[in-house]
């Protein structure tokens, strides 16, 4: 078992962990719970050895085969289906013995080889990048040619692969999108190994996890159960202090009251069943959270329009290629819109085009004149100052308002004390996301889109910001792999796949049912696992609708595709015929000098023209394939 034997660790001055002592024995699944800045990673480097603990021990089986998920990607150009298999040790130390070996020591190896199940390597990995949204096409492209998004979903696909006796995960959710994360929790529970997780998500802790281990106040307290029994027992705890008792009734009042509200105007059976037991769990953990230092609201909104969106027959994508094509919607004033569906399919895309940050290909489109949008995403981050402080950030925006009040909404967030006018340029991602957060929040808008925003945030600022969410009175659209937050704070589900936004009639466990039973029909075809094959609410007649309209859609790629195949054809043909001359003796001879000459410029200029096409034609090739995700 892992064991830490009364660990102190200090950052500078600060003492981050005190006389810490807990065991992870194997098997377990152990969550790692804390605010931002606790030592939750400091803690997984002292485990690998990367940093040693100021007093006591941390002891773990020398046998024990740690696999943890690389900050970073080499740029290598080997492909990605080799990059995963690299995180099998043994296989790739055997397989390199073999390519030399000889007689009675290639026997030996062979043994070896099929005594450590080498010959099914190569379909495990495949399933792991298959399931963590890779194409069949995209395991043969090398590493250099994705993002860094998919760069850490090669490092995780690694780490999976590793034949691993302890497997240490921090934030493994942060850059999936919902698909992949039902698909990486079911991988997680058949996972033999001791498992020690990091995560704000929580629903991942309470499906994956059976023991929680908090840090809080430098100390390190091991909880059996899962996190939602963690936060029951600290529920008990917290509510026997007697100063947070009002602050709590303050809470449980605001969310019985937009439960009532919710259950007066649902209106779809599934999904109203779906939040009003998430909402009505909420109500219960309230208590666990009356500590917490994050504590915001939305302003009371003076006036709303009747209708502050509303598009028709929206063509929505890139250099006049559709995502997603004939899109119907209209947001008014309370309307709470969760955007489901898998990767790539256009869910980004359409908040872009509701932002005013992509314009559509073509549309019927009005917005009010009044509308004021609060546009959330991760990109959102690069545009702070990192040489200015939050109170500068903040008071960009208001140069009226006394300090001391922009203080206290940024104390609401988190930034107190010095921390208010520090340089953003160290900060974290959490807390560069609950800045960007706040300058959105302050800004009063009437229209919120939000992509992602929880990501990085802890579990503190989430609940907090579920909370706010609740009360906000404008209207709402989120995507997000957090399912505590799409339970919490939306009304309705659209579906977001094969180019068209549907309405979803069903929770998301018929979701994520769905998903695990078209995995294997997916596997089939050439798209990741968890994909879009066939939405259950989508009518045959619908269906042929869609086919059709996709298929018009991609005709212009498909076309440019064709094209280019048949200049490389010729051009094969043509680098065929130079190569039959000049592999001619006689083109050798001092008196052909010029015409050899011109034979190797005309073959280089071949090879050149070819090269490029070629580029070409993989460029349009990768769109065609993005497209038809």
Not at 522 to 547: C, H, L, M, T
Not at 571 to 594: F, N, R, T, V
């Amino acid at each position: 078992m892992l064991q830490f034997s009364n660990v102190s660790l200090r950052r500078g001055p600060r003492l981050l962990i005190e006389k810490a002592s807990f065991s992870v024995h194997a098997g377990h699944r152990v969550g790692l719970t804390g605010a931002n800045g606790t030592g939750k990673s400091s803690l997984f480097a002292m485990i690998m050895g990367e940093l040693e603990a100021d007093e006591g021990d941390v002891s773990l089986p020398p046998e024990w085969v740690i696999a943890h998920v690389k900050q970073e990607t080499p740029n290598v150009d080997v492909s990605a289906l080799e990059y995963a298999l690299q995180g099998d040790e043994e296989f790739v130390n055997c397989r390199e013995k073999m390519d030399v070996a000889e007689g009675e020591a290639l026997a030996h190896l062979l043994a070896e080889f099929e005594s450590i199940d080498g010959y099914s390597a190569e379909l495990r990995a495949t399933m792991l990048l298959r399931g963590l949204g890779f194409t069949q096409k995209q395991l043969q492209l090398p590493v250099t040619t994705f993002s860094g998004g998919w760069r850490m979903r090669l490092n995780l696909a690694q780490a999976l692969m590793c034949r691993s006796d302890l497997l240490l995960l921090d934030e493994p959710t942060n850059h999936l999108d919902l698909d992949t994360v039902i698909w990486l929790q079911n991988w997680l529970l058949d996972y033999k190994g001791s498992l020690l997780l990091i995560s704000h998500d929580r629903e991942f802790l309470d499906t994956i996890t059976g023991h929680i281990a908090h840090i809080e106040h430098g100390k390190i307290k091991l909880y059996t159960g899962n996190y939602s029994a963690f936060e029951r027992v600290r529920q008990e705890h917290l509510a026997q202090q007697q100063s947070a008792y009002v602050k709590q009734q303050d809470d449980i009042a605001k969310m019985q009251s937009f439960v009532d509200r919710f259950r007066a105007k649902a209106t779809k059976a599934k999904q109203a069943q779906s939040r009003l037991k998430a909402l009505e769990r909420m109500e219960e953990i309230a208590p666990a959270h009356v500590d917490s230092q994050f504590h915001f609201s939305f302003a009371k909104l003076a006036s709303l329009p009747d209708r502050l969106f509303q598009t028709k027959n929206a063509s929505i994508g890139y250099d006049g290629v559709p995502i997603i094509d004939d899109v119907e919607m209209q947001l008014m004033p309370g309307d709470r819109v969760g955007l489901i569906g898998p990767n790539g399919a256009g869910k980004s895309t359409l908040i872009k085009f509701i932002a005013e940050e992509l314009p559509a290909i073509k549309a019927d489109h009005w917005q009010s004149q009044n509308v004021k949008i609060g546009y959330f995403a991760q990109h959102q981050l690069d545009y702070l100052d990192p040489e200015e402080s939050p109170l500068a950030h903040v008071r960009r925006l208001d140069k009226k308002t006394r300090e001391q009040t922009l203080r206290d909404f940024l104390g609401g967030f988190g930034f107190k004390g010095e921390r208010v006018d520090e340089a953003v340029a160290p900060f974290s991602g959490g807390e560069k996301a609950r800045l960007a957060l706040a300058l959105l929040v302050y800004q009063k808008p009437n229209l919120l889109l939000l992509d992602e925003p929880t990501n990085h945030l802890d579990l503190e600022m989430r609940h907090a910001l579920t909370i706010a969410l609740q009360e906000f009175q404008g209207a709402l659209v989120v995507v997000s792999h957090d399912r505590h937050l799409l339970r919490t704070v939306t009304d309705e589900l659209l579906l977001v796949a094969d180019g068209n936004v549907i309405s979803y009639d069903g929770d998301l466990e018929d979701y994520a049912r769905w998903l695990q039973e078209n995995n294997k029909a997916n596997e089939k075809a050439d798209q990741p696992v968890g994909g879009f094959v066939e939405a259950p609410a989508v009518s045959k007649k619908d269906q042929r609708r869609i086919d059709a309209k996709r298929r018009k859609a991609l005709q212009p790629l498909r076309n440019e595709i064709k094209s280019l195949e048949k200049k490389m054809e010729k051009l094969a043909g043509q680098q065929e015929q130079l190569q039959e001359k000049l592999a001619s003796s006689d083109i050798y001879e001092h008196a052909k000098k010029d015409e050899l000459k011109a034979l190797l410029k005309e073959k280089s200029d071949v090879d050149a023209e070819l090269e490029t096409i070629e580029m070409s034609w993989m460029e349009a090739s990768e769109a065609y394939e993005e497209a038809d995700a």
